[in-house]
């Protein structure tokens, strides 16, 4: 019996990004998330049934059409929505992409992650594929954590700490919410956590915004940052000068 092919649930495709890893990327942006992040800009993306559904082998040859823009650093970033969520399907894609020397670029929150199995073994056998992972951290105290995400984190450091032992490089990123994300304990805290692990090639630290709100109004969900303003150029220069 023909081995059935795994499909992805897709959310909508970038072209042209340039903020999603090393040079020009090709974005895959995948359907369903389950974490509720205060701060969430695509709330759009948290259900997992779309009817935009892709093979690997489709995305991949949609990919490549653009491939002559991606110069010697670009490649393909898989974002989200939370694409652990769809190992199965990622790995294929991953595994296709790198049979014609793709740069291969992993956006990820990790709360999926779990040394269970079978996700554990479906993980490593994607990481044989993956060139980047791009993880955001978005607070440290697993407690603030759930109020911040719906989740604790203990599962998403756990993850952090094994790319350091396969020595899989990381671009972290965190969001700076004033008052909520923003307490000098908890960046020291990060920024002692990416010492230690010892493979973060870069850091981003992302003020806070509200561009996603219209979103939320849209799709009829309360937001609940209404009147918290973005950080001011010293907050963000304070807490900027931790990570320097």
């Given at each position: 019996?023909?081995?059935?092919?795994?499909?992805?649930?897709?959310?909508?495709?970038e072209?042209?990004?340039?903020?999603?890893?090393?040079?020009?990327?090709?974005?895959?942006?995948?359907?369903?998330?389950?974490?509720?992040?205060?701060?969430?800009?695509?709330?759009?993306?948290?259900?997992?049934?779309?009817?935009?559904?892709?093979?690997?082998?489709?995305?991949?040859?949609?990919?490549?059409?653009?491939?002559?823009?991606?110069?010697?650093?670009?490649?393909?970033?898989?974002?989200?929505?939370?694409?652990?969520?769809?190992?199965?399907?990622?790995?294929?894609?991953?595994?296709?992409?790198?049979?014609?020397?793709?740069?291969?670029?992993?956006?990820?929150?990790?709360?999926?992650?779990?040394?269970?199995?079978?996700?554990?073994?479906?993980?490593?056998?994607?990481?044989?594929?993956?060139?980047?992972?791009?993880l955001?951290?978005?607070?440290?105290?697993?407690?603030?954590?759930?109020?911040l995400?719906?989740?604790?984190?203990?599962?998403?450091?756990?993850?952090?700490?094994?790319?350091?032992?396969?020595?899989?490089?990381?671009?972290?990123?965190?969001?700076?919410?004033?008052?909520?994300?923003?307490?000098?304990?908890?960046?020291?805290?990060?920024?002692?956590?990416?010492?230690?692990?010892?493979?973060?090639?870069?850091?981003?630290?992302?003020?806070?915004?509200?561009?996603?709100?219209?979103?939320w109004?849209?799709?009829?969900?309360?937001?609940?940052?209404?009147?918290?303003?973005?950080?001011t150029?010293?907050?963000?220069?304070?807490?900027?000068?931790?990570?320097?």
């Amino acid at each position: 019996m023909k081995e059935r092919k795994p499909t992805g649930k897709v959310h909508s495709l970038e072209t042209f990004g340039l903020v999603d890893g090393p040079g020009v990327r090709y974005v895959v942006f995948m359907q369903g998330c389950r974490m509720r992040c205060q701060y969430c800009h695509n709330p759009e993306t948290w259900k997992e049934n779309t009817q935009n559904i892709w093979t690997p082998q489709a995305l991949l040859d949609r990919a490549w059409r653009y491939h002559r823009y991606w110069g010697p650093d670009g490649g393909i970033t898989v974002s989200g929505g939370e694409p652990l969520l769809q190992i199965d399907f990622l790995t294929e894609f991953f595994r296709l992409a790198k049979q014609r020397e793709i740069h291969t670029t992993l956006d990820t929150c990790g709360q999926p992650f779990t040394k269970n199995e079978p996700f554990y073994g479906k993980w490593k056998d994607l990481m044989k594929y993956t060139d980047l992972v791009m993880l955001d951290l978005k607070e440290m105290d697993s407690n603030r954590h759930r109020t911040l995400t719906g989740w604790g984190n203990e599962n998403i450091l756990e993850m952090a700490k094994e790319l350091a032992g396969m020595k899989i490089p990381v671009w972290i990123r965190h969001v700076l919410v004033p008052g909520l994300t923003d307490d000098k304990e908890g960046l020291l805290e990060l920024k002692r956590f990416m010492d230690y692990l010892g493979n973060v090639e870069k850091f981003e630290l992302l003020p806070y915004h509200t561009m996603g709100v219209l979103k939320w109004a849209e799709l009829g969900i309360e937001y609940p940052l209404d009147g918290i303003l973005p950080p001011t150029e010293k907050e963000i220069e304070e807490a900027e000068k931790i990570f320097r």
